[in-house]
């Protein structure tokens, strides 16, 4: 049982709106800035947005990702097949003393 | 360009102790403002923080793995080493090492290693 939650999948179709979300609690995307990941298959994990909702360059702007209170958002506009991977959401938790994991969600291109 | 790269042996039988070296190029670890962590991620499982390391030695660790895990680094060496003791089965999984940008309550991981894959098995 991961400490953020995300769907364990879902879906779209190219050229589609898909939503991911992440929810936590006050101790962890309550209060410190939510980061995503995302892993393609068979590869390391790379960082696709950071602190709420800022994207590293490189990252196209089809990947946005909101925060309001401990539930945090991404949001994958215009949906291409490259995007058919695996989707984490993390952030620190205060209560922990250390960094958490949603459990991942799995985005299929269909 | 920062690279990371993970090595170590690639089968540990239970009991004993996994060890792992993440060797940093293209930048030196003593740069102040970064941490670098370890991450796991068992086989068809999601990513796990093992540990967050200063240059200085300063170190945070997963509590549920904290009495069995070492973080260190030789900054001469441009290295980070993991040693998780007491390993079991549980402990299988593709070892990450990354950059912390940012902070390490607010930063972000970046780059990432390849990872290394870790079998526990006698």
């Known amino acids: 049982q991961s400490v953020l939650t995300q769907p364990p999948s879902a879906s779209g179709t190219p050229g589609q709106r898909v939503t991911i979300s992440c929810s936590g609690t006050n101790s962890n995307s309550g209060t410190n800035p939510v980061n995503w990941y995302q892993q393609l298959p068979g590869k390391a994990p790379k960082i696709l947005i950071h602190?709420?909702?800022q994207r590293p360059s490189g990252v196209p702007d089809r990947f946005s990702a909101s925060k309001s209170g401990a539930s945090a958002s991404l949001v994958i506009s215009g949906l291409q097949s490259e995007d058919e991977a695996d989707y984490y959401c993390a952030a620190w938790d205060d209560s922990l003393n250390g960094r958490v994991f949603g459990g991942g969600t799995k985005l299929s291109v269909l | 360009q920062l690279h990371l790269q993970e090595s170590g042996p690639g089968l540990v039988k239970p009991s004993e102790t996994l060890s792992l070296i993440c060797n940093v190029s293209g930048g030196s670890i003593a740069t102040d403002s970064f941490y670098w962590v370890w991450i796991r991620q068992p086989p068809g499982k999601g990513l796990e923080w093992i540990g967050s390391i200063y240059h200085t030695g300063r170190t945070y660790s997963n509590p549920s793995l904290k009495s069995r895990v070492t973080l260190s680094v030789d900054t001469s060496k441009n290295q980070l080493f993991l040693r998780l003791t007491s390993v079991t089965a549980a402990d299988t999984a593709l070892y990450y090492c990354?950059?912390?940008?940012?902070?390490?309550?607010?930063?972000?991981?970046?780059?990432w290693g390849q990872g290394t894959l870790v079998t526990v098995s006698s």
């Open positions: 602190s709420n909702n």
């Open positions: 990354a950059r912390n940008t940012g902070g390490y309550v607010y930063g972000w991981f970046d780059p």
